[in-house]
């Protein structure tokens, strides 16, 4: 038990450094922005991380209480997925309020990260653990960053960033009708969850460029 929850954590971090090693070699920011962003994107996956295991111990709360050791081998809900998710919309507006950071400009440098990682992880799954159900996710994501190589030197963050965020969501619908079910790193995503996070992206993104503009 424990070495399977030890080796889908090995696979989660190859896929993201692979990830991050993907966006060094593909941005077009200079060395010194890229160091920045990169340590930002630890950082803010480092607390992802921490996050989830806060919304784990949320959800079996009684049972922590109890017994701390046992959620050990509890393992992480798609609900904690989501908590992680909030928390870290949450530091990331704190921060972004306090202009301790360009929230736009690090989800433009993490969506390469974000589709290297996803990709990989997917690949891993299907050649190592023989899962077909990954096959479908994995074509969505080799459409996403080809068509992401091909626009993001062409056009604004915000249009790159709203395009991939539609195509994205839109290919996890498809999916989800398909195969009744998608996965995100090993956590199941609920059609309620994709649609809330696509329309509150949506929304932040169009706010963002009118501001710009204006």
Sequence with gaps: MITAK??????IVIS????????????????????????EIASQLINFFI?????KIIMNFFIF???PLAILAYPSSSHAFYLAILFSALILTYKSKRRQIDVFQLIKS????????????EFIQIVWNNN???IGYTVLLTILL????LVSDRMAGPTVTLMMLIGWSAGVFVLEYILSFTTVFGYIMDSWFI????????ILIIYKQRKLVS
């Design 16 to 39: 993201l450094i692979a990830g991050l090693i993907s966006f060094y070699i593909i941005s077009g920011l200079s060395k010194a922005q890229k160091k920045k962003q990169m340590e």
């Design 6 to 11: 030890v080796l889908s954590i090995a696979i």
């Design 110 to 121: 993490f969506i390469p990260v974000f589709l290297v990682a996803s990709f990989v992880y």
């Design 146 to 149: 080809i068509v992401y190589l």
């Design 132 to 134: 077909t159900y990954s």
């Design 65 to 67: 209480i109890k017994d």
């Design 195 to 202: 649609g809330l996070f696509f329309i509150t992206s949506f």
């Design 51 to 55: 996050f989830i295991w806060l919304g």
